[in-house]
């Protein structure tokens, strides 16, 4: 284990990624600010249990909250949701980062494939991301953008279009989704990577 007095705030905590972040943070004594929305989720109650980690409840819609949230912190890891008005919460989050000090700021991005065509759409769940990624780069936040890729376990909880499988007659399933079939795609599993 490694010895730290280091904080780091997760935003988010309950979510995969965030959840994953605040156990290894957790782990290796880190000092876990995590911020979720509610104490109700599985997830929540892990997180409540866990030596060096302290819960802030509340919605990132809230600036008094997102103004607390870095004092004293020296890192972050953010993933921004779509609960609210993701990029002007992802706006607030890099200023109060920059603000209180933080010394590197971890932001969960994703693509804009609209800037690389014309008439290439924008996946509505990435182009907040892409657009907070380049606010962070212009105040200067010393950061690293994480391309998560594809969460394994997208395919077993979520009724979005993008992870509906098909299962097919012999017992194999069926995926389709808007990209190139040669194109190879980071896959992961988010919870425990």
Not at 47 to 74: C, K, Q, W, Y
Request: proline share 6%; aromatic share 12%.
């Amino acid at each position: 284990m490694l010895s730290s007095n280091k904080t780091i705030v997760v935003v988010n905590s309950c979510g995969r990624q965030a959840a994953s972040v605040a156990r290894v943070a957790s782990a290796v004594g880190y000092q876990v600010r995590a911020q979720l929305r509610s104490k109700d989720s599985l997830v929540a109650q892990e997180l409540d249990g866990m030596e060096n980690v302290t819960l802030v409840v509340g919605s990132l819609e809230d600036n008094s909250l997102i103004s607390r949230l870095f004092i004293g912190a020296e890192l972050a890891f953010i993933n921004t949701t779509f609960w609210g008005d993701e990029v002007a919460i992802g706006r607030t989050l890099a200023d109060a980062a920059r603000k209180a000090g933080i010394q590197h700021y971890i932001y969960s991005s994703m693509p804009d494939h609209s800037i690389y065509g014309k008439g290439w759409p924008a996946p509505p769940l990435w182009s907040a991301k892409f657009t907070i990624e380049n606010y962070i780069r212009q105040i200067g936040l010393p950061a690293t953008f994480v391309y998560a890729g594809i969460y394994n376990n997208n395919f077993t909880s979520l009724p979005y279009p993008l992870f509906c499988m098909e299962l097919m007659k012999d017992g194999s399933f069926e995926w389709r989704a808007p990209f190139h079939p040669n194109v190879p795609l980071p896959w992961l599993d988010a919870e425990h990577d």
